[in-house]
């Protein structure tokens, strides 16, 4: 296709321009397409040069070379097993070589996906506006709008990598060194089971049965939202008594019921979804995903019925996003894109612009809600935790589903109505009492700017009981997108 000694007048008319004198900076070139044989050639080669590219250590199937050139616009295209081909999610330009791929290079932000833009002067060719992005540029720690989104390439990089990771690991590296898992026993009655998540601090807890002598399901605080919701639609205030005779086995098999009658089918018995410490840290990620919950445990038998089992850990997302951090913090040039703005990743839930048809808008309430809105919206919503914001959207706190425990304080579920208590109020009752709303203490509410890098919020994600980091705006603190654990895993899997 391209003729070895092209003619110099095609690069001076913008296909490949650079800055006389300027000190190269590398720039890198990657197929992520696979193949047994992949050269990249350009305007930076005059046409006349096939470089061989290289696949990337742990992703045979992604090929890499890298150039040092001056900034400048360059075009290129790539010569896969004897074929010319340009990858059609970076930005193109079409012209006498065809469709060809753009890199606009700068001294400052020499990354493969920052392009020539439509307006450069000197520019004579059919310019596909659809593929075009706007370099990132920072001012006062913020990304101005129109960020350049991370490339494609970069990406499938770095989920290869990750996938290999966690497939090379396994549940054993979930362990502590020391500590404590606590289960309940099914019959124990559910106020009791109410106080003992509370004054442990824990959100979750795997249910043993001594009948079966096995561990057969787990209690969570969607639980207590689901009977504190059901005994408000029956009845006026909550008494202690009613919550004294549901036991753990009687709340389940009566939730069983319920989607009997809803669904007309009987629902028989479902396993309990767990993991050995054999499995790999990616088949419990997806575990985890597939079956939309928020814990897994981990449970050992030497038996191969099953019989006997130990409960060694509960696993979660932030516990394997942990390892990750942990695994690639001090080679994050492992991980392309960790250092990207996460703003310029396609990931999580952005507040909608303005006119923008068939958008979503944030969950969020007012701190003089009610916890029964509040409620509402974790459950239909099916989400970990609602902002709570002022008349400004501005961040003030956060209501997770864990914080039901706190009405097993004092034991005010037993004179509280759902409807007449307000978010405020319910949060103070797991507050200090001096502890003045809206103060960010803890992990109550983890923020990042939209500038941050995305290594930053998985490191927030990673500690225990977080689920979600709000991306606020500086200084005013109003909400601006929120990224979850889930996100962070959907996105890194390629799901």
Known sequence: MFSHGADSAHDAGGVGVSTAGATTVPARFVWPYGGKRVFVSGSFTRWSEHLQMSPVEG????FQAICSLSPGIYQYKFFVDGEWRHDERQPTI???YGIVNTLYLTREY??????????????RMDVDNENFQRTVTLSDGNIQEGSARVSEAAIQISRCRVSEYLSLHTGYDLLPDSGKVIALDINLPVKQSFHILHEQGIPVAPLWDSFRGQFVGLLSPLDFILILKELETHGSNLTE?????????AWKEAKRQTYVRNDGHWRPHQPLVHATPYESLRDIALKILQNGIST???????????SFPQLLHLASLSGILKCICRYFKNSTGNLPILNQPVCTIPLGSWVPKIGVPNSHPLAMLRPHSSLSSALNMLVQAGVSSIAIVDENDSLLDTYSRSDITALAKDKVYTHVRLEEMTIHQALQLGQ???TPFGYFNGQRCQMCLRSDPLLKVMERLSNPGVRRVFIVEAGSKRVEGIISLSDIFKFLLGL
């Open 94 to 96: 079409s012209g006498e």
């Open 296 to 306: 897994v445990p981990v449970i050992y038998s030497s038996s191969t019925d099953g």
């Open 241 to 249: 008594e009613q919550l004294e005779t549901h036991t753990i086995s």
């Open 59 to 62: 992703c045979p199937t992604v």
């Open 432 to 434: 200090d009492a001096n």
């Open 110 to 123: 020499n990354q493969i996906n920052s392009v020539l833009s439509p307006s450069t002067p000197g520019t």
